[in-house]
């Protein structure tokens, strides 16, 4: 089990500023849930995520934690922050390979449900899990209190992109994706001309017999 003051930091972001719902996951569970790093993205291909530069100074804190304290056999490119989120029964289907899950916080129960493998059984993750949960169901039993939890894991098609970093640049933290200082992504539409969309009229009646 990590000491409390491995996430003092991080407890103390959190607090400050809660992570956002993410409406994308609200099916899975109920809670605040966001990703940090590389996430897929529905249409196009995978890029770091909006909140790595809208808050890069908890995603700092998130890779010096990871850095730390994750082994150097799960090379991540990902970071789920969880805040009282309670997961319901469920595979990681975008990862790949192993995963680091840890939890901290003022909360009681709380315990990682696995339901099959080695690991089966419940596990209170204030002492780190590790397991490759895109093959394995798990979820996340009641509780109370404020729980928190880290996933630090591979993405998948994560492959090819610039290495993150956040730096102090006069005074304020920025995020860094290679050289690249990020203020937000270019959507991928902006700067095309809108075409008008062409109506057609019918007024032919059909009799269905």
Known sequence: MLGSDAYGDILLELVRQPIPINNYRNKAGSGRSQTFGVVNRRCLAPDYSRLCWQRPYL????????????????????????????????????????SYLVSFGPYTGGELQIFEGDLSGCHNVRTPVIADFSKIYHAVLP???????????????????????????????????????????????????????????????????
């Open 143 to 209: 509780f109370t209190g404020d729980r928190y939890s880290l996933v630090y894991y591979v993405a998948k098609n994560s492959d090819g992109l610039p290495a993150p970093s956040v730096e102090q640049i006069e005074g304020k933290w920025v995020f860094k994706r290679g050289a690249e200082v990020v203020a937000g992504l270019p959507h991928p539409l902006r700067g095309r001309k809108k075409v008008p969309m062409t109506i057609v009229k019918c007024d032919a009646v059909v009799e269905f017999v």
């Open 59 to 98: 995603y700092k804190l998130l890779l010096d934690f990871g850095k730390k304290h994750v082994p150097a056999d799960i090379p991540f490119t990902s970071i789920t922050v969880n805040q009282n989120y309670r997961a319901d029964k469920h595979r990681d289907k975008g990862n790949v390979g192993r």
